[in-house]
């Protein structure tokens, strides 16, 4: 049967990993090549790259980050951060990247995840939805999502948008809570689970995780069909591997 | 020198496929074309393939190289992987219908879609991470690879070949399908070996060795 996935993300600027709080105190953590190794060696069963380079003109750094890690790295590649258009998912694909992942440009424009996913194949275009509960307490729980790193509503509800993009060719989810994002609190479970039972691609949870028993609840009550993680596995608070047998070890099935 | 050549229809990501077959094949050169004649010069060659199986069929068609994997197939060893395992079969399903090159009997179908039952729990379609594969029969291509070892899957169809004896390997995902096929010099897989790590590899450098003769 298939495995849980576990995902390490890595937040790239201008062609070095880099890690900080919610963009703030951001440091460097290192040559990509390097980092996305030390994941593969431990297990990792794909690799999140995350551009937050600010200037476009730093684009052509991506590119060739991206070809770096493709040339020593044999497990999936997914390439996030300024994809408009499928000229960028050309380019990103055509440097190495097996996915790519697109948050404020579909919903800007929905026509853009069909023309990419008849093009290249739904199976590699991810669309990331950043949600916000906008609900409050003793309601039923609704979720918004937001675009432009979290500051803009896009005036959508998260499950319908979840339903409406994939009808419209996005091959899989990642799903992101604005609010337990950097929380380490944990994923918004309901949401996960709300949007798992909406769609029927994979979902990947993201947004919260601060210890192991996350990423169970993540997989278990979440639904999610694989687990994103950043600073647990930066900070080397877990080794992928650890995460692994601890998940193992609680009946979930993860490739070993 | 000996030449492995990656047969491109234009479709989909060569790339790590070219750079994995290249770390692989030693001191065989690794060629990606779409010219028939130059594939025709290599020794062994790659059918890939991302995409829906119409587009792939007028692709190979319209660079008549539908016709050189025909001929090839006879003799030269050849590895199919993904959709082009699934263009190897007679039929595929997809995309409304549609013929395919024939080398293994059998048809290409799709997992059920998941019931709409609410369950966040159910099997997602695609069929899309890290799956195992058990090794029907020995095959040269499983050199050195543990049975039931973990490979990456992503894909909506999968192959239903009609005879048996093709089948090299299989792989549970609501039931059993076959997930690899080989007859004579051909060795088809469903998963990537490019994107599936160390077995992968080991699976790729098995192509660059084998001999069916």
Known sequence: MLAKRIIPCLDIDRGRVVKGVK?????????????????????????????????????????????????????????GGGVRNCADVRALLSAGADKVSINTAAVDNPDFVTEAGERYGVQCIVVAIDAKRVSKKNQPPRWEVFTHGGRKSAGLDAIEWARTIVQRGAGELLVTSIDRDGTKGGYDLELLNAISAAVSVPVIASGGVGNLEHLYDGLTQGGADAVLAASIFHQGTYTVGEAKQFLAGRGVLVRT | MAAIGIIDYGMGNLHSLGKALERVAGAGRVVISYDPEELLKCDRLVLPGVGGVRECMKELQRLELNQLVIEAARNKPMLGICLGMQVMLEWSDENGGVPALGLFPGRVTRFPDPPEDGSANRLKVPHMGWNRVRQTRPHPMWQGIPDDAWFYFVHSYHAAPADPAHVLGSTEYGYTFASAVARDNIAAFQFHPEKSQNHGMTLLANFTQWDPA
């Open chain 1, 23 to 79: 963009f703030e105190d951001v440091q460097d953590a290192g040559d990509p090549v390097e980092v996305a190794r030390k994941y593969d060696l431990q297990g990792a069963d794909e690799l999140v790259f995350l551009d937050i380079t600010a200037s476009v003109d730093d684009r052509p750094t991506l590119f060739q980050t991206v070809e770096a890690v493709a040339r020593q790295i044999y497990i999936p590649l997914t390439v």
